[in-house]
């Protein structure tokens, strides 16, 4: 069992250039989710899937943040234009929904926009 | 709206002795659900243990256990003989029931744990 997978580690990217973090849930757990922390708001909560559906997106800014699951195996968060305040880690994480309901969490992706 | 309050950001202990983190809830919902995450110097964050709002017992898992006081909204993670490696950012969370409609998890800001020599 590799655990949650995130892909990059680390991006930087310059004002107003588009973000693609990419998350490979456990196998077999049902659903994803997406925090983000930053030291100002710790953990923040942005949306999560349910069997590939979008279940509640409450958390994610309304502008320029978007996030899909097409499959079982990967779901992805886009921000377009991206902006300095965007910086954060980014961290997915996978639960089994019929078992223990435990979230386990990717190692993050940390974004850093110039 | 749920709420999760750690109010101590940093503590300091020296090994092998018992140490208590603080964590009060706000929740509307009869049914919830606490917990307790570690994240390491790494970036890990890590599941520590949980407790299921309509259970009395509290929860124990290895060296850590909880001192729910369900009147008073407290979920404690109390860590006994604790070691250096226990020296990490411990977040307490809550999910309330799915009566909610909601399964966000929502954590609290953290307690910085230093286990000393």
């Known amino acids: 069992n590799a655990g949650v997978i995130q892909t990059p580690r680390h991006k930087v990217t310059g004002k107003g250039q588009e973000a693609t973090l990419w998350c490979e849930p456990i196998?077999?757990?049902?659903?994803v989710f997406w925090y983000r922390q930053t030291i100002v708001q710790g953990l923040e909560f942005l949306t999560y899937f349910r069997n590939q559906a979008p279940i509640d997106d409450s958390g994610m800014p309304k502008e320029r943040f978007s996030a899909q699951m097409p499959n079982q195996s990967h779901s992805t968060l886009k921000i377009q234009s991206t902006q300095p305040q965007d910086s954060a880690v980014y961290l997915c994480?996978?639960?089994?929904?019929?078992?223990?309901?435990?979230?386990?969490f990717g190692s993050g992706t940390r974004l850093t926009v110039l | 709206a749920q709420k999760v309050t750690q109010t101590q950001t940093s503590i300091s202990v020296v090994e092998k002795t018992t140490v208590t983190m603080d964590c009060v809830y706000e929740?509307?919902?009869?049914?919830?659900?606490l917990f307790w995450y570690k994240q390491t110097a790494s970036g890990e964050i890590v599941f520590l243990i949980r407790?299921?709002?309509?259970?009395?017992e509290n929860a124990t898992v290895g060296h850590y256990s909880l001192n729910f006081q369900k009147p008073k909204s407290s979920i404690g993670l109390i860590i006994t003989a604790t070691q250096i490696e226990d020296s990490a950012v411990y977040f307490c969370a809550m999910r309330e029931g799915l009566a909610s409609g909601s399964w966000q998890l929502i954590f609290g800001s953290g307690t910085q744990l230093t286990v000393m020599p």
């Open positions: 196998s077999g757990h049902s659903a």
């Open positions: 994480a996978s639960v089994d929904w019929g078992g223990a309901e435990t979230l386990y």
């Open positions: 929740t509307r919902d009869s049914s919830y659900f």
């Open positions: 407790q299921d709002s309509y259970k009395k």
